[in-house]
């Protein structure tokens, strides 16, 4: 399936949430832009007509003009009741009970990547994250750590992650595509590299993936991938990652099970390569300051047969 990309911007809504946003967010530019005209345009005009000249003598005071008043405090007020309006109102539109409903994905922001677990399947996977365009979906926002927040431009509504809170959003995705956005809230040393990416589906595509990544690691393709396997499951990696369908059970890292599938690394930081990820691998710090993974030495030969093995997990 061609999948293109969109714009991120608020102006470029891709969901019906973020369609019923759109309304408020003009109403929102229009009021503003009339308050700093108003506000430019008297500051120039009093400028303007009231200049010092020479022999002035002092200006007429004015007091308790009623007329001025009811402006000074009607307009504002009058501003404000609409917008209290129809905040609500969309907030009732976007925001609907979750009492009872399973969520489609459960999302967890960590530091500093994007943990995505499919409840009713045995998916998890990382950074990229598949649902149904054209479905209404669930969200379920957490947090490992600190405080995060998911938002995509694109589809409206964003959502701070807390620890120990669950929050979500409700998202229908117009079309399929790929839209992407960022953690919104500062989260540490790499937040500018916490980016998002969703990949709309068909709903036939969408089942497909779900079949396809609920499937166990593919074996390794040949001896050197194999080698790398033996690697992974000795040393640390295994502790830290998991890949389903081997002995590796790590939690607290992302999960490989499917990392071949994937375009990108390390939460959109980088093409998903065979090269970028012998990189990563010989120097996390130096490609990514203050990731979680230790640098390990390892030699030329363990390296290759690592990425080898990485690369094979489609």
């Known amino acids: 399936m061609s999948q293109g990309s969109h714009v991120i911007s608020i102006?470029?809504?891709?969901?019906?949430?973020?369609?019923?946003?759109?309304?408020?967010n003009n109403y929102l530019i229009i009021a503003c832009s009339f308050i700093m005209i108003v506000v430019v345009g008297l500051l120039i005009?009093?400028?303007?007509?009231?200049?010092a000249k020479a022999g002035d003598a002092e200006p007429k005071q004015i007091y308790n003009n009623r007329t001025v008043e009811a402006f000074m405090i009607g307009i504002p007020f009058l501003m404000v009741s609409f917008f209290f309006y129809q905040t609500v109102k969309v907030m009732n539109e976007t925001e609907p009970t979750v009492q009872g409903q399973v969520p489609t994905v459960v999302i967890t922001g960590r530091q500093w990547w994007w943990q995505a677990v499919y409840p009713g399947t045995t998916v998890v996977t990382a950074?990229?994250?598949?649902?149904?365009?054209g479905k209404k979906v669930l969200l379920q926002l957490e947090s490992q750590d600190v405080i995060h927040d998911w938002w995509i431009p694109s589809f409206g509504p964003k959502m701070d992650m807390i620890p120990g809170v669950k929050n979500y959003l409700w998202v229908t995705i117009g079309k399929p595509g790929v839209y992407e956005g960022a953690c919104s809230e500062?989260?540490?040393?790499?937040?500018?590299?916490?980016?998002?990416?969703?990949?709309a589906d068909s709903p036939a595509d969408y089942?497909?993936?779900?079949?396809?990544?609920?499937?166990?690691?593919?074996?390794?393709?040949d001896t050197l991938a194999l080698a790398g396997a033996v690697i992974f499951n000795k040393k640390s990696c295994a502790?830290?990652?998991?890949?389903?369908?081997?002995?590796?059970?790590?939690?607290?890292?992302?999960?490989l099970t499917h990392l071949a599938s994937r375009t990108t690394l390390l939460a959109g930081m980088m093409t998903n390569t065979k090269e970028h990820i012998k990189r990563f691998i010989n120097n996390p710090e130096g490609v990514k300051p203050g990731v979680r993974m230790p640098r390990f030495i390892f030699k030329k030969d363990t390296v290759n047969a690592l990425v080898a093995y990485l690369s094979n997990l489609k």
């Open 127 to 133: 950074n990229e994250i598949h649902l149904p365009a």
């Open 11 to 24: 102006f470029n809504p891709q969901s019906a949430e973020a369609w019923k946003l759109s309304p408020l």
């Open 239 to 255: 502790d830290c990652h998991s890949i389903r369908g081997t002995p590796a059970q790590g939690k607290s890292g992302p999960d």
């Open 186 to 199: 500062f989260c540490g040393k790499q937040h500018a590299w916490m980016r998002i990416k969703v990949i």
């Open 207 to 221: 089942q497909q993936w779900l079949l396809n990544k609920s499937k166990a690691a593919l074996p390794p393709a």
């Open 45 to 51: 005009y009093v400028t303007i007509k009231f200049r």
